[in-house]
């Protein structure tokens, strides 16, 4: 089972950028479909995006042309790259499968963004 730990997240001002690394642990990572998640406070979690093995993208409207997704499968890691942040991408960012398999699995601790002045 690949494991997944997020990180990169932290406190922002707003208009500034932040890169988010989600590192996966053991050999199958290239076969997985990985999407980073978020859940902002008192909202349901959402897809942001994701990336297939061989590099293809999608991004929720919301979000496509302020964020980049890319993964580099010789390090086992998929990248956020966020410009522009503003307050309301406030969030615990997660990374996981794409899509979710039922049962539904379990969530890491996920990383941080605040975008705060």
């Known amino acids: 089972q690949v494991q997944l730990v997020e990180s990169g997240g932290g406190l922002v001002q707003p208009g500034g950028s932040l890169r988010l690394s989600c590192a996966a642990s053991?050999?199958?990572?290239?076969?997985?479909?990985i999407a980073w998640y978020r859940q902002a406070p008192g909202k349901q979690r959402e897809l942001v995006a994701d990336?297939?093995?061989?590099?293809?993208?999608n991004y929720a409207g919301s979000v496509k042309g302020r964020l980049t997704i890319s993964r580099d499968n010789a390090k086992n890691t998929v990248y956020l790259q966020m410009n522009s942040l503003k307050p309301e991408a406030t969030a615990l960012y997660y990374c996981?499968?794409?899509?979710?398999?039922?049962?539904?699995?379990?969530w890491g601790q996920g990383t941080q963004v605040t975008v705060s002045s």
């Open positions: 990336i297939s093995t061989s590099g293809y993208t």
């Open positions: 996981n499968l794409y899509p979710l398999p039922k049962p539904v699995p379990s």
């Open positions: 053991g050999s199958i990572f290239s076969r997985y479909r």
